[in-house]
Structure formats: structure tokens, C-alpha cells
């Protein structure tokens, strides 16, 4: 059963089918991309983007960030 893990993609499928008019002259995109500033970018092509997305998600939620942890294991070595 879906959860919140899918809600959001779910959401913007839904936004896009059927609110596609609005969301290329109402103004919506610019809306979504303020909620979800990686919206419209792909997280696979662009691999800074991701690493930041993941960053600024962790700091929000207050867990560890692998890759940062990586990162210092690494200047550690």
C-alpha cells in the first residue's frame, strides 16, 4: 500500500495530467519549484543536485548524512 514515500510523485503526476495549462501559464511552477526546489531537475543526471537535496534533507530532519560522513572519513585518512 503507498505511502508517504509515494504521496508527493503521486501528487505531481496528478498536478501535471491534469493541471498541465496551469502549471506553464498560472504561475504553479514557480510554486512547486519554492515547495521543492529540485522539481523539474533530475536527481540521476545531476549528481551535485542530489547530494545537495539529501543534504538539506537530513540537516531538516536532524539525521546523519552519509556522504558527509564520507567525506570526512576520508580527509581523516
Known sequence: MPGA???VSIMLQVTERYFAGRL???GWTV????????YGQSLI???ALCRQVRA???A???ICYIGQNQKAR???L
Open 24 to 26: 506553464k501559464d498560472g
Open 5 to 7: 514515500s509515494t504521496a
Open 60 to 62: 531538516v530532519l536532524n
Open 56 to 58: 538539506e534533507t537530513a
Open 45 to 47: 543526471a545531476n549528481a
Open 31 to 38: 510554486k512547486l519549484k519554492a515547495m521543492i526546489p529540485s
Open 74 to 76: 576520508s580527509a581523516a
